[in-house]
T-cell receptor, first 117, second 113 residues
């Protein structure tokens, strides 16, 4: 079974600064996907970024980027130029790749990020 | 807007009752997943349906059941409700041919009194 660990329950950072959220995972799979989801106070789960394990290049989406270290089983999220709207709970998630169909997500416990004006 | 809809948004009921949560996936998505988010258990996978058939089961109680209909919408039935069933229930959908990313609905907040 896969496990996802987020060791930072809470973080805070000043607006416009850069912050990095950590995530480690444990799996014996070679093909998988990793995701960061954001859950703002509205409780909606919003996809932030995704990474395919077979890709060496780190994924980026505007101000969001990841540092994917497959050998170390590490998947951190960097938020640049942080904005007040980035205040949310951030979940790291793992999904095994299947040849047929789709697979469930396994989530970490989340990191509560607060952006300070 | 993810394209996944869930109804109702909020549900308040009493212990011992039965409720049905409904989910409509994104247009064309064949897979539907149900997740439960509670304070003590975090986000947990309950069950997955693919094109009308049960594909995988997670930590779903026997009091809970689900189905996916021919139009691909899904329902999660929770019966003999207990206080501990109070949680946020999410539905997500995805399709392999459109990438495996799961998109979540807004959730149904269930409060059992």
């Amino acid at each position: 079974a896969q496990t996802v660990t987020q060791s930072q329950p809470e973080m805070s950072v000043q607006e416009a600064e850069t912050v990095t959220l950590s995530c480690t995972y444990d799996t014996s799979e070679n093909n998988y996907y990793l995701f960061w989801y954001k859950q703002p106070p509205s409780r909606q789960m919003i996809l932030v970024i995704r990474q395919e394990a077979y890709k060496q290049q780190n994924a980026t989406e505007n101000r969001f980027s990841v540092n994917f270290q497959k050998a170390a089983k590490s998947f951190s999220l960097k938020i640049s130029d942080s904005q007040l709207g980035d205040t949310a709970m951030y979940f790291c998630a793992f999904m095994k790749h299947l040849n047929f169909g789709n697979e469930k997500l396994t989530f970490g416990t989340g990191t509560r990020l607060t952006i300070i004006p | 807007d993810s394209g996944v809809t869930q109804t109702p948004k909020h549900l308040i009921t009493a212990t011992g009752q039965r409720v049905t949560l409904r989910c409509s996936p994104r247009s064309g998505d064949l897979s539907v997943y149900w997740y439960q988010q509670s304070l003590d258990q975090g986000l947990q996978f309950l069950i997955q349906y693919y094109n009308g058939e049960e594909r995988a089961k997670g930590n779903i109680l026997e009091r809970f059941s689900a189905q996916q209909f021919p139009d691909l919408h899904s329902e999660l039935n929770l019966s003999s409700l207990e206080l501990g069933d109070s949680a946020l229930y999410f539905c997500a959908s995805s399709d392999r041919d459109r990438g495996e990313t799961q998109y979540f609905g807004p959730g149904t907040r269930l409060l059992v009194l």
